[in-house]
Nanobody, 120 residues
Framework: QVQLVESGGGLVQPGGSLRLSCAASGSIFSIYTMGWYRQAPGKQRELVATISSGGTTNYANSVKGRFTISRDNAKNTTYLQMNSLKPEDTAVYSC??????????????WGQGTQVTVSS
């Protein structure tokens, strides 16, 4: 069984920074693309950022220049560094990972989410 656990969320003032972490554990052969999504109350879930196993990154236009996704393959962990935070960044942030547990198939796993609140 595979589990993803996020940490690092909390309350921060506009213009501040937070660093989210997501660690994968369990019966893992390989981890491919990892990513972060977010969902605010009354809004649809949206992609924030992804990072491939080779380090290629993609970002939503709304966070480009402010957020940075990274990963530590030795720790099976992805990070989301969030700078210059705005109130509209307030949401539940969830990580995901495409993971090979057995040879023939890759499955996408999700964490439970962590709350980020940007308010003065």
């Amino acid at each position: 069984q595979v589990q993803l656990v996020e940490s690092g969320g909390g309350l921060v003032q506009p213009g501040g920074s937070l660093r989210l972490s997501c660690a994968a554990s369990g019966s893992i052969f390989s981890i491919y693309t990892m990513g972060w999504y977010r969902q605010a109350p009354g809004k649809q879930r949206e992609l924030v950022a992804t990072i491939s196993s080779g380090g290629t990154t993609n970002y939503a236009n709304s966070v480009k220049g402010r957020f940075t996704i990274s990963r530590d393959n030795a720790k099976n962990t992805t990070y989301l560094q969030m700078n210059s935070l705005k109130p509209e960044d307030t949401a539940v942030y969830s990580c995901n990972a495409d993971i090979r547990v057995q040879l023939p198939i890759i499955q996408r796993y999700w964490g439970q989410g962590t709350q980020v609140t940007v308010s003065s």
